[in-house]
């Protein structure tokens, strides 16, 4: 049996402490699993499958301005060119649940150049 020493103190506040933690990852894991849940109609998965998602992408292009000083040792010396900007939007459509609670669907992708947040048009960029 353990006395009431430091160490023997120490240690049964780490196990209170990691006994705290086990249940309450396990209540936040049920309380996400009742609220959360992708289910046909319910409140999370309505707003889940009207949301699109939108993400940027910059392409940038470097041109490599001593190609003959390069290909004989020196060091690379390039110009950055970009961004050229686009928007890409994700719509989700065609659920399909099976048997198993698996959920498929379709994701279509629409791009879209931003002219407004690219340095020039991507129609005047000359890619040799």
Known sequence: MCKLNPLCLVKIILAV???FWL???YLYYLTLKSVMPLENGSGFFMLWKDQPLVMYRKLYFFNITNKEDFLL???MEVDEI???T???EWHKSDFYWNGQGN???KRKTAVE???HLSFAN???LFIP
């Open 82 to 84: 970009g961004p050229l």
């Open 17 to 19: 402490i990691y006994c």
């Open 86 to 88: 686009y928007s890409m």
């Open 103 to 105: 959920l498929t669907y």
């Open 23 to 25: 249940l309450s990852s």
């Open 113 to 115: 150049f931003l002219p």
């Open 122 to 124: 991507e129609k005047t």
């Open 73 to 75: 040792g020196s060091e």
